[in-house]
């Protein structure tokens, strides 16, 4: 089975920073297109980030755009979120899934299942 595992969360004042990584388990990224979801206590899970398998076409919420920065490094199988000057409302735990295709539409279209997150919080 297809797995992510989410790391980097943590707690975090305002105006601070976070680099969250996602790995794969049993498989390799390489050759998935990637995205960053997040839900918020009471809201539905929204989308963050996407990424394309060659890492040459990205897409943000309107809410993160200019903040959050996605990248991969397929030689580790890795793929990031910078997470720039956090807000409180960036509060919620991450998620990281292989989606559909980004660029194309907004949200991205998750597939697979998801993992446990990782928890951020902004709170001074």
């Known amino acids: 089975q297809l797995q992510l595992v989410e790391s980097g969360g943590g707690l975090v004042q305002p105006g601070g920073s976070l680099r969250l990584s996602c790995v794969a388990s049993?498989?390799?990224?390489?050759?998935?297109?990637i995205g960053w979801f997040r839900q918020a206590p009471g809201k539905e899970r929204e989308g963050v980030s996407c990424?394309?398998?060659?890492?040459?076409?990205?897409n943000y919420a309107d809410s993160v755009k200019g903040r959050f920065t996605i990248s991969r490094d397929n030689a580790k199988s890795t793929v990031f979120l910078q997470m720039n000057s956090l807000k409180p409302e960036d509060t919620a735990i991450y998620y990281c899934?292989?989606?559909?295709?980004?660029?194309?539409?907004?949200?991205?279209?998750?597939?697979?299942?998801w993992g446990q997150g990782t928890q951020v919080t902004v709170s001074s």
């Open positions: 049993g498989f390799t990224l390489d050759y998935y297109v």
């Open positions: 899934a292989t989606v559909f295709a980004c660029g194309l539409s907004w949200p991205p279209r998750a597939l697979g299942s």
């Open positions: 990424i394309s398998i060659s890492g040459g076409v990205t």
